[in-house]
């Protein structure tokens, strides 16, 4: 049983056919600068490596290049289309209406479009895969796997924001958060791994990579996250600011001469560890710059864990307790010097490090708190695709 799994951005689409016997992927690949000049595939299969520059008019062509390579003698990883039983595509924006994964019927489809003022950069694009699928396999079944859906078990104590309730009413304004596939695997993984099976557990996922979130999970169900109405709010990020005081769009609005939107933007795309440190969005980047004695650097990192360590903290009030804290993508799976710096000083919490597990822990599945620490700490490398997969194996029922 083979699934494709499509996560469609504006300009790209990234793909994975996974081989659900055993999990395994068999091919990937992305299709970059979709109606752009300078399109290119770059296709991945076992060992093998296979790029194809070819300018891209739309997402139906770009559907249409990634099955030519899915079948290619050659490079490819299947004989016919009808060996591909269903589709899962990575959607952003589900609003309240979706609470789980589902299959993608008309209406469906009319609810991820009304949630475009939502998203407006991901729910357009999620709509362009499923409509080029449905142009080049139209007898496939699809589903659709909402990124803000783990997230609606949210108590409105934790969800609504204190601004006028008729804005929540007319406008749908709330926390909605997302990287939702993330969390729910990671904090399903955790309860798994870490005995908590049929009992009670308070756990923190700390999903650490280009963007950031949190969510405080009782029992597997999300009660809050750090990411709001839009992925703008909560920790600092590659490029987003995160938290603010909302003032402060006016403000810099006026400062420097600029529309809200452009504020915003600069909130999104210049800020956080870029915008802070000047050197770069990326954390290895920033390690390297305050390891070489950049000041600013240095201070960005001081805040990036400052910002976290309050958010676990919050979360452990906001629980009642914390049995244990999990990190995941590229920083929380691989910067041991990151985690630990982040939980210097959540020893009153009962939080207490192994070192020599913290620093060997990279990319794989592991405990880095000592024996006796109360609050269990571990590296759960998230695999979003696989979730995806999963569910949509789950849908189709076969
Ligand atoms: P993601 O968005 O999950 O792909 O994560 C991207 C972030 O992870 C970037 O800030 C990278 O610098 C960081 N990252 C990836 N690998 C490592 C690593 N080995 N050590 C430190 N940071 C890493």
Same mark, same amino acid.
């Given at each position: 049983?083979?699934?494709?799994?499509?996560?469609?951005?504006?300009?790209?689409?990234?793909?994975?056919?996974?081989?659900?016997?055993?999990?395994?992927?068999?091919?990937?690949?992305?299709?970059?600068?979709?109606?752009?000049?300078?399109?290119?595939?770059?296709?991945?299969?076992?060992?093998?490596?296979?790029?194809?520059?070819?300018?891209?008019?739309?997402?139906?062509?770009?559907?249409?290049?990634?099955?030519?390579?899915?079948?290619?003698?050659?490079?490819?990883?299947?004989?016919?289309?009808?060996?591909?039983?269903?589709?899962?595509?990575?959607?952003?924006?589900?609003?309240? =209406?979706?609470?789980?994964?589902?299959?993608? !019927?008309? &209406?469906? @489809?009319?609810?991820?479009?009304?949630?475009? /003022?939502?998203? &407006?950069?991901?729910?357009?694009?999620?709509? *362009?895969?499923?409509?080029?699928?449905?142009?080049? *396999? /139209?007898?496939? &079944?699809?589903?659709?796997?909402?990124? !803000?859906?783990?997230?609606?078990? *949210?108590? =409105?104590?934790?969800?609504?924001?204190?601004?006028?309730?008729?804005?929540?009413?007319?406008?749908? @304004?709330?926390?909605?958060?997302?990287?939702?596939? %993330?969390?729910?695997?990671?904090?399903?993984?955790?309860?798994?791994?870490?005995?908590?099976?049929?009992?009670?557990?308070?756990?923190?996922?700390?999903?650490?990579?280009?963007?950031?979130?949190? %969510?405080?999970?009782?029992?597997?169900?999300?009660?809050?996250? #750090?990411?709001?109405?839009?992925?703008?709010?909560?920790?600092?990020?590659? !490029?987003? #600011?995160?938290?603010?005081?909302?003032?402060?769009?006016?403000?810099?609005?006026?400062?420097?001469?600029?529309?809200?939107?452009?504020?915003?933007?600069?909130?999104? =795309?210049?800020?956080?560890?870029?915008?802070?440190?000047?050197?770069? %969005?990326?954390?290895?980047?920033?390690?390297?710059?305050?390891?070489?004695?950049?000041?600013?650097?240095?201070? !960005?990192?001081?805040?990036?864990?400052?910002?976290?360590?309050?958010?676990?903290?919050?979360?452990?009030?906001?629980?009642?307790?914390?049995?244990?804290?999990?990190?995941?993508?590229?920083?929380?799976?691989?910067?041991?010097?990151?985690?630990?710096?982040?939980?210097?000083?959540?020893?009153?919490?009962?939080?207490?490090?192994? &070192?020599?597990?913290?620093?060997?822990?990279?990319?794989?599945?592991?405990?880095?708190?000592? /024996?006796?620490?109360?609050?269990?700490?571990?590296?759960? /490398?998230?695999?979003?695709?696989?979730?995806?997969?999963?569910?949509?194996?789950?849908?189709?029922?076969?």
């Amino acid at each position: 049983m083979k699934i494709l799994i499509i996560n469609a951005g504006s300009s790209s689409l990234k793909y994975q056919l996974i081989d659900m016997t055993d999990e395994s992927i068999l091919a990937k690949g992305i299709v970059e600068r979709i109606g752009i000049p300078g399109g290119k595939l770059c296709h991945s299969f076992g060992d093998g490596k296979f790029t194809l520059d070819k300018d891209i008019r739309d997402h139906t062509q770009a559907m249409g290049v990634v099955l030519e390579a899915l079948l290619d003698e050659d490079h490819g990883a299947i004989s016919s289309i009808s060996e591909i039983a269903a589709v899962g595509h990575r959607v952003l924006h589900g609003g309240e =209406k979706f609470t789980a994964s589902c299959i993608i !019927t008309q &209406p469906v @489809i009319d609810a991820i479009e009304e949630y475009i /003022p939502l998203g &407006p950069l991901h729910n357009p694009a999620n709509l *362009m895969g499923i409509r080029a699928c449905q142009a080049v *396999m /139209p007898n496939t &079944p699809m589903v659709a796997v909402f990124d !803000t859906a783990f997230h609606q078990t *949210m108590p =409105k104590k934790a969800y609504l924001y204190g601004v006028p309730y008729e804005f929540y009413k007319k406008h749908h @304004i709330r926390r909605y958060g997302f990287h939702g596939t %993330s969390h729910r695997f990671v904090s399903a993984r955790a309860v798994e791994l870490l005995g908590f099976t049929g009992k009670e557990s308070k756990i923190v996922v700390c999903h650490l990579g280009n963007g950031s979130s949190l %969510s405080a999970c009782v029992n597997g169900k999300c009660v809050d996250t #750090s990411m709001g109405l839009t992925p703008l709010e909560g920790v600092l990020m590659g !490029t987003r #600011s995160g938290d603010v005081d909302p003032a402060i769009v006016e403000y810099i609005a006026d400062s420097e001469h600029m529309t809200v939107g452009e504020v915003v933007n600069f909130l999104n =795309k210049k800020s956080g560890l870029l915008g802070l440190s000047g050197v770069s %969005s990326d954390m290895r980047d920033v390690w390297a710059a305050a390891n070489a004695g950049n000041e600013m650097a240095k201070i !960005t990192i001081d805040i990036w864990a400052y910002r976290i360590r309050k958010y676990i903290g919050a979360y452990a009030a906001a629980m009642g307790g914390l049995d244990a804290i999990v990190f995941t993508a590229g920083i929380g799976e691989n910067d041991c010097r990151a985690r630990a710096l982040i939980l210097e000083g959540l020893e009153f919490l009962g939080v207490k490090l192994d &070192p020599a597990a913290n620093d060997s822990t990279r990319a794989a599945e592991g405990p880095i708190s000592a /024996p006796d620490s109360t609050v269990q700490v571990w590296v759960i /490398p998230t695999n979003e695709e696989i979730s995806i997969a999963r569910d949509t194996l789950e849908l189709i029922g076969k």
